[in-house]
T-cell receptor, first 115, second 107 residues
């Protein structure tokens, strides 16, 4: 079983809906990440939170809004998404951000489909 | 940014065969991980290997950081080894995935 838990596993939503993806870890990690993965492509980094502060935003459209309420939780709020946003969304965590970097541990992902 | 290329892009093996997957990177890195993504999309950590050699059962990995490559060896392959294998490197605070190798093991 993965130590990073993502919910829901599957989500289908319309373009006008508002929904949220949730990620939780209890390993004491202080860095958390959101990735987007399209079919047959490697994951692409979206956001990085380090010590509950947003440290990297890879020019992600504002219809994706991350939130880190505490060191164990990471949310991704979705609003007015487009069909091309359909993808697997992966959450990961690591001990801390910095050099040398620590290994990242991934959740099982949320498969998102936009109608 | 750093380029991370994997080869071969696709590989088909008969069950029981051995294989070597390669990961080349264009600049010095702080760290390197190998992952297996199964057909259900789960990304499984295989190795955290900035340098040297590690073994875990039928899998082993070697990273030669000075020459900017890493190898993943799979011995006696099984159908459950099918999926996509990614290497990922860390440079500074950035984490870059390689292009992936899609492995199919047929019985």
């Amino acid at each position: 079983d993965t130590e990073v838990t993502q919910t829901p596993k599957h989500l289908v939503m319309g373009m006008t809906n508002k929904k949220s993806l949730k990620c939780e870890q209890h390993m004491g990690h202080r860095a958390m990440y959101w990735y987007k993965q399209k079919a047959k492509k490697p994951p692409e980094l979206m956001f990085v939170y380090s010590y509950e502060k947003l440290s990297i935003n890879e020019s992600v459209p504002s219809r994706f809004s991350p939130e880190c309420p505490n060191s164990s939780l990471l949310n991704l709020h979705l609003h007015a998404l487009q069909p091309e946003d359909s993808a697997l969304y992966l959450c990961a965590s690591s001990l801390g951000q910095g050099s040398p970097a620590q290994p990242q541990h991934f959740g099982d992902g949320t498969r998102l489909s936009i109608l | 940014g750093i380029q991370v290329e994997q080869s071969p892009p696709d590989l088909i093996l008969q069950e029981g065969a051995n294989s070597t997957l390669r990961c080349n990177f264009s600049d010095s890195v702080n760290n390197l991980q190998w992952f297996h993504q199964n057909p259900w999309g789960q990304l499984i950590n295989l190795f955290y290997i900035p340098s040297g050699t590690k073994q875990n059962g039928r899998l082993s990995a070697t990273t030669v950081a000075t020459e900017r490559y890493s190898l993943l060896y799979i011995s006696s392959s099984q159908t459950t080894d099918s999926g996509v294998y990614f290497c990922a490197v860390v440079t500074g605070n950035q984490f870059y995935f390689g292009t992936g190798t899609s492995l199919t093991v047929i019985p």
